[in-house]
């Protein structure tokens, strides 16, 4: 339960680090708060022959703060910005008063332990891509961008762009990902979150979540689902879509999600049979998208009037 | 820009409790092997490895992280605490008395890491004493929207302990956070 050996660079500034990234070298590994690589170091899962500790960077330590009425090309809105060496805790702490960020704040409630929070950052969260974690699970569910510099220059990936297969993402080996923009819901915009795993602080077996507006008429406007732990990546559930126009009725989104969760590609594995894991993800799913409306009725004075 | 190659021996110093400590150590040496081997500070504890358990608790500039996950010469220049040198704190008189009046501890494997994970979370940074009593209407004060029980859980989450079944410990805990230290 010891890494093996391998090469360490402490980098004090994004130049450099570009620079040493700039090889491509496929056996290098950025060390952020490592709480994600570190164990599976230990446990010889992973064992890069070179880390690149970006612990230094201060310029990727940027606090988060809210972008407001942001516009680039088609993608414009509210969104929040943070530092991809933002410790999970920070963000936790900034989301708990943050009353458009509440989403995020319910999902980094359940990741790892406070301990682990202390340390483990929300860039690496995300280029890690844990298919069962809540980090990209959210950053899906509420879309967004990263950005991802080079020696080559800077570019933008949005989230539904960036998770490519498990722990894959669009990250090229000479890029760092430097901040995350994720989208703000609208004021009055229902959300939710529902996870289970077997014990606190555990991978999720399947996490879900949601957010959705109303109309004028208490029949749902907007309804965006994210799941996790139920394929390579977080994935969107575009058929719940199906319930726009209509007022909550707990049969008809059970019919819509098991129609759903029927079609998804679920294999046994040692955590839960592919039979448990779809009954799972249908009632979490179900009960996500209830929780979500009742938000969004209690949210309905912050409805701009039509 | 800072290099070390694999395999090397490097001179690093970690100032840990308050003193320099100072060893050759290879770049993939664990900050809790440091602790451990090079300082003999035994009392934290070494369990999964891999960042459940939570006996490897430590402080790291205040902070309560896992020495296990942390990388010894990425740490160079923090203030490391353990919790030989917690023991020497004004608080922890109290935390010792809330442990052993309220049994919340049998073989002790992972009380060091539980004591750093409350000490840390409780103790008030600015006046370095647990935090003032509170009235009765004030034991479930909100913080971050969460009741003082769910606080507690949420502290001793990153704890896993195979004796006590954790009803002690959470007694132990919810007693320390009513507490006034400095005030004695």
Not at chain 2, 85 to 108: D, I, K, M, N
Not at chain 2, 162 to 175: M, N
């Amino acid at each position: 339960m010891k890494p093996s050996a391998f090469d360490y660079i402490r980098v004090e500034t994004v130049d450099e680090t570009l620079a040493v990234l700039a090889t491509g070298d496929p056996d290098t590994k950025i060390l952020a708060g490592g709480q994600s690589l570190l164990p599976m170091m230990n446990m010889r899962l992973a064992e890069p022959k070179r880390l690149v500790d970006i612990n230094g960077l201060r310029a990727l330590d940027l606090a988060p703060q809210p972008v407001l009425s942001a516009s680039m090309g088609e993608d414009s809105g509210d969104f929040l910005e943070v530092g991809a060496l933002v410790r999970q805790r920070q963000l936790e702490r900034y989301t708990a008063s943050e009353p458009r960020a509440q989403l995020l704040y319910t999902a980094l409630r359940y990741v790892g332990h406070p301990q682990t929070r202390n340390q483990g950052t929300v860039g690496g969260s995300l280029a890690h891509a844990d298919p069962s974690a809540e980090l990209p699970l959210v950053f899906r569910t509420l879309g967004g961008r990263v950005f991802l510099q080079s020696a080559r220059g800077e570019r933008q990936v949005a989230a539904e762009d960036f998770f490519q297969f498990l722990f894959t993402t669009a990250i090229e080996p000479d890029e760092l990902l430097t901040k995350i923009w994720w989208r703000l819901p609208e004021p009055h915009a229902g959300v939710a979150f529902q996870e289970f795993r077997r014990r606190h602080g555990d991978f999720a077996l399947v996490a879900v979540a949601c957010t959705m507006t109303l109309d004028g008429n208490q029949a749902i406007q907007q309804v965006r689902l994210g799941l996790a732990g139920v394929a390579d990546t977080p994935v969107l559930i575009d058929e719940v879509g199906a319930l726009v126009g209509e007022r909550w009725k707990r049969e008809r989104a059970q019919a819509v999600a098991a129609a759903a969760i029927g079609r998804l590609d679920l294999a046994d594995d040692m955590h839960a049979t592919a039979a448990y894991r779809r009954q799972l993800t249908t009632v979490l799913t179900v009960r996500a998208l209830e929780a979500a409306y009742r938000d969004a009725l209690t949210k309905e004075g912050l409805r701009p009037r039509s | 820009m800072q290099e070390i190659a694999r395999h090397t021996l490097t001179p690093i110093t970690l100032r840990v409790n308050g003193h320099p400590y100072r060893a050759a150590v290879e770049t993939r040496l664990l900050l809790s092997d440091f602790l451990r081997q090079e300082c003999g500070l035994t009392g934290t504890h070494v369990g999964c490895e891999h960042g459940v358990c939570g006996a490897c608790t430590v402080l790291v500039n205040g902070i309560a992280v896992r020495s296990c996950l942390i990388l010894a010469v990425a740490v160079a220049g923090a203030e490391i605490t353990t919790i030989e040198g917690l023991a020497r704190h004004p608080a922890f008189p109290a935390v010792y008395r809330a442990f052993t009046e309220h049994h919340a501890l049998q073989c002790g494997f992972c009380t060091p890491g539980i004591v750093v994970s409350v000490m840390a979370e409780l103790i008030d940074p600015v006046s370095q004493i647990l935090p003032p009593p509170r009235g009765p209407e004030h034991g479930a004060e909100a913080h971050n929207g969460q009741s003082l029980e769910e606080r507690i859980i949420e502290i001793l989450s990153g704890h896993l302990c195979r004796c006590t079944g954790y009803q002690g410990i959470k007694e132990a805990v919810r007693e320390l956070a009513q507490l006034a230290i400095g005030s004695q």
